[in-house]
């Protein structure tokens, strides 16, 4: 399969590049940011999203969905990341879709997938428990209880955690595996704290007390659980990493015009090589993890339910390039700038605050080189 | 002896129509029957590499035969035309071909300045006759290449160069000087850019061929820090070249080293892909050893390496999308401007860090054990990477002015 996007995911691309910079510029996030926003996110755009059918890309037909595949939903998102966007997308439409989809019984599948591709619930994974990502050490415990289950734990950055509907929570069971198990809001011993964050956009802090849940709360075989997790988190990783390499293409395009524009000593500051060397070795690092992250697209396409061993480098390497890269790109931007670059009326900060948060999110690049020298044999 | 793996049987299965998977079922078969054993190891050093022409002695019947067996399919130049000794193979089909060489661990039958560089020149700008007459040879590994640009005072500035061709109605003589001459000693033909006009900078530069037994031509090596000499000083003196060797038009010649150089530095771009015969960190764990949670006994150098590695395996995603968006006619003509830039740096990353693996065991400079000084002199060779063809910072100049648009000279 050639390395590039088909004449289908470029029309895809065009048409929800024009959706979004029509209804969600950058000026949106703005926005929901100084009005406090209850939500965090626009209702009437999710709506809208579940419409023009973002929101069950990955969920099969059958259950409402498009059953389209992971380089749809890249697409998708390097446009959301381009106007920095806020929405349940990632955590919803990408993370837990897949979760359920990969593992959920015909009976959770039915009950959730539907309303999940209409944006009728918001469901979100519940993984993080430090201030690092490690899904391999979770202290969450899940323990049996007659005939269901018992978890107690606490976890942190549950993306938009505060206006979900359903959690799936990762637990270490008592025989050491991973289980993962699907708990509505609203349950007994589960307390939501909204953590406003950096970028604007939306997370929660999970305290889970003595919560009880059936038998029938368990995604998948317990054995299978940490697959499930680890096919689960390579989804939202690609889709982080494609929102990251879109918010540092749109970053580096704002900074070439603002340099092909802006005048210092008589010339146009993008004359000085100083400047242009920085600029097109910055292009290369764009071009190439871009082509890291479609090749990992394309890897889970082929494989996501045995993700062999070459499709969890391929992920590995992705996100660690688009985390660098689009690091990188909003850091250029902001000096590139110069002192408009530090004000919070332009927009170039917002672009920082939001590449923070996805470098961190599910590792960050030093996690996934270290994951990758893992599965290197060293 | 690698084996196929699950990872290669998925790249099959994703083939885009089953006469595309046939071709590689039926590739993989021949490869199988024809690749002979010896030319399925990783090669000891760069000596064992086949570079063809008059003057090469084969290092085994195998290399021979590899070479024999794989021009006689028209592979060694897999999309040229029957014609011109190719294959007339798909831009696809050529990919699935490199694809089952790599997966097989096959050697490359014929290393070839001609085949990177001359002989896409010479499709684009050719007449028939000289195609016919130049481009057989050039599949088969009969005639050696190499590329007389660089002047003394025309690096960077390659368009400044001084070599005059005056013309004396049918033929041209050559007099002047051309300088890091690659492998000039060893080659039978060169292909040569000459100033046929004063007057312009640009528009003022022909392409020629001749042949490096003429009377008039002279080689000297130059002794680099490595202790090879793969550069020459050539000097020619009054040089008859002619006119049936000039390729495309007179004072036309700077559009096809335009074209040239973006395939040497497509060439040179791909040593950043060119994996070492067995990955970094895996050579690393090799020499160095792993603690008890099995990482690499060093865990800065392991940072580094694992680092390095990422991007290694995201520039070899690169160099395949790099090829798919050139069959596509979607790439940017100053696209091999970036690959060679980056390719070329990543290539000094990684002989920093296998000097490092290896620390003091690499350091012999005249041992058998060392294999004289192989590891060391390889590294000091790749600190050219960045300089020849053009240097990283004239790659990263048309980056910025062609791709970029950034203003300026």
């Known amino acids: ?378 | 002896m690698a084996t196929p793996t699950a990872a290669d049987a998925a790249v099959g299965a994703a083939d885009a129509s089953p006469e595309l998977a046939e071709f590689r079922a039926q590739t993989r078969a021949w490869l199988l029957a024809n690749c002979p054993p010896e030319m399925r190891q990783p090669m000891a050093s760069e000596d064992e590499v086949c570079w063809g022409g008059r003057k090469f002695h084969f290092h085994s019947p195998a290399q021979q035969l590899w070479l024999q067996r794989m021009a006689e399919r028209g592979w060694t130049v897999p999309t040229w035309p029957r014609a011109y000794g190719g294959a007339g193979l798909s831009g696809q089909q050529a990919k699935v071909l490199a694809q089952e060489l790599r997966a097989l661990n096959c050697r490359s039958p014929l290393n070839s300045f001609g085949i990177w560089m001359l002989g896409p020149a010479l499709l684009q700008f050719g007449t028939e006759a000289q195609k016919l007459e130049h481009l057989p040879p050039i599949a088969c590994g009969e005639i050696r290449w190499c590329q007389g640009y660089s002047e003394p005072n025309a690096g960077s500035d390659l368009a400044s160069l001084a070599t005059r061709a005056e013309d004396r109605g049918d033929h041209f003589v050559v007099n002047g000087q051309k300088i890091w001459t690659s492998y000039a000693d060893k080659a039978d033909w060169i292909f040569c850019l000459v100033r046929t006009d004063t007057a312009s900078k640009h528009n003022g530069i022909s392409f020629v061929l001749f042949d490096m037994a003429s009377p008039g031509v002279r080689t000297q090596p130059i002794a680099l820090i490595s202790g090879a000499s793969p550069f020459c000083e050539t000097f020619f003196d009054d040089v008859r070249v002619d006119k049936r060797n000039l390729v495309g038009g007179l004072n036309k010649g700077w559009d096809v080293a335009k074209v040239l150089l973006g395939h040497e530095r497509a060439m040179i771009g791909s040593i950043g892909d060119r994996a070492a015969a067995k990955p970094l960190g895996q050579q690393a764990a090799a020499a160095i050893g792993l603690d008890a949670q099995g990482r690499l006994a060093d865990p800065l150098l392991r940072a580094q390496i694992a680092e390095f590695e990422c991007d290694e395996a995201a520039f070899r995603a690169m160099m395949e999308r790099a090829g798919d968006l050139s069959r596509g006619k979607q790439a940017h003509p100053g696209l091999p401007s970036m690959l060679k830039y980056y390719g070329a740096e990543l290539n000094k990353r990684r002989w920093e860090l296998l000097m490092a693996v290896y620390g003091a065991d690499a350091l012999e400079w005249d041992s058998d054990r060392s294999r004289h000084g192989d590891r060391a002199r390889t590294w000091l060779r790749t600190k050219a990477n960045s300089i020849e063809g053009g240097t990283s910072e004239v790659q990263l100049n048309i980056v910025a002015k062609r791709i970029l648009e950034l203003p300026g000279v």
């Not at chain 1, 270490?172 to 595996?177: F, K, N, Q």
């Not at chain 1, 982080?240 to 340099?259: H, M």
């Not at chain 1, 339910?305 to 850091?331: E, F, L, P, W």
């Not at chain 1, 590139?336 to 996805?358: E, S």
């Open chain 1, 1 to 378: 399969m050639a390395l590039m996007l088909t004449d289908e995911q470029t029309q895809l691309r065009d048409s929800v590049r024009d959706f979004l910079s029509e209804q969600s510029p950058v000026a949106a996030l703005r926005q929901l940011r100084d009005s406090a926003d209850a939500s965090g996110f626009s209702r009437p755009l999710w709506a809208r999203f579940a419409e023009m059918g973002y929101c069950g890309m990955l969920v099969p037909e059958a259950h409402g969905g498009l059953g389209l595949g992971h380089v749809e939903a890249g697409v998708v998102m390097e446009q959301i990341g381009r106007q920095l966007c806020a929405s349940p997308l990632l955590a919803s439409g990408i993370v837990a879709s897949t979760a359920l989809k990969l593992a959920g019984s015909a009976a959770q599948q039915a009950a959730w997938l539907p309303r999940l591709a209409a944006a009728q619930a918001i469901a979100t994974l519940a993984v993080d428990e430090r201030a690092k990502h490690r899904p391999q050490a979770l202290a969450t415990s899940a323990r049996a209880e007659g005939s269901g289950w018992v978890l107690d734990g606490a976890k942190t950055l549950v993306l938009d955690g505060h206006v979900a509907d359903l959690f799936i929570v990762a637990a270490a069971l008592p025989s050491g595996a991973t289980g993962l198990f699907l708990l509505p809001a609203g349950t007994r011993g589960l307390a939501v704290e909204r953590t406003v964050m950096v970028d604007a956009h939306n997370a929660a802090r999970l305290q889970l007390q003595a919560v009880q849940l059936g038998a029938d709360a368990l995604l998948g075989k317990p054995e299978a659980g940490a697959a499930t997790l680890d096919a689960t988190l390579a989804a939202g990783r690609c889709a982080a990493a494609a929102e990251l390499l879109g918010l540092a293409d749109e970053v580096f395009a704002r900074t070439l015009d603002y340099i092909k524009q802006r005048r210092q000593f008589g010339k146009l500051i993008g004359e000085f090589q100083g400047l242009q060397h920085r600029a097109a070795v910055l292009y290369a690092d764009l071009e190439i993890s871009r082509a890291a992250l479609l090749q990992a697209q394309q890897a889970l396409d082929a494989d996501l339910h045995t993700a062999a061993a070459s499709t969890k480098a391929a992920v590995a390497v992705a996100k660690a390039r688009a985390g660098r890269t689009a690091t990188t790109a909003v850091q250029e931007g902001v000096q590139m700038h110069g002192g408009m670059g530090m004000t919070d009326a332009f927009d170039i900060g917002f672009f920082m605050k939001r590449a923070r948060v996805l470098q961190e999110l599910w590792g960050d690049s030093h996690f996934h080189a270290d994951a990758f020298a893992t599965h290197q044999g060293y």
